[in-house]
Nanobody, 120 residues
Framework: QVQLAESGGGLVQAGGSLRLSCKAS????????MGWYRQAPGGQRELVAK???????NYADSVKGRFTISRDNAKNTWYLQMNGLKPEDTAVYYC??????WGEGRSDYWGQGTQVTVSS
């Protein structure tokens, strides 16, 4: 059983910073891509950033230059450093992992979500 546990959400003023963390635990054989998605009220879940096991990154245009994704492979943990936050960044943020558990095929896993609220 693989589980993802997020932490680090909260309330911050516009221009402030937050750091989200996500740790994958369980019988993990290999991780491939780790990422962050978000879903605003009434909106669809969208990609924020992702990072491969080799360190290649991809960002949504709306967060380029403000957000940074990183990972610690040894700890099966990845992070989203969010600087210069804007009210439009307000959403529930979900971590995601494309990984293979022992005895299973490659699959997507999701965290429970953490609320990020940016006040103007």
């Amino acid at each position: 059983q693989v589980q993802l546990a997020e932490s680090g959400g909260g309330l911050v003023q516009a221009g402030g910073s937050l750091r989200l963390s996500c740790k994958a635990s369980g019988s993990i054989f290999n991780t491939y891509v780790m990422g962050w998605y978000r879903q605003a009220p009434g909106g669809q879940r969208e990609l924020v950033a992702k990072i491969t096991s080799g360190g290649s990154t991809n960002y949504a245009d709306s967060v380029k230059g403000r957000f940074t994704i990183s990972r610690d492979n040894a700890k099966n943990t990845w992070y989203l450093q969010m600087n210069g936050l804007k009210p439009e960044d307000t959403a529930v943020y979900y971590c995601n992992a494309d990984l293979r558990a022992w005895g299973e095929g490659r699959s997507d896993y999701w965290g429970q979500g953490t609320q990020v609220t940016v006040s103007s």
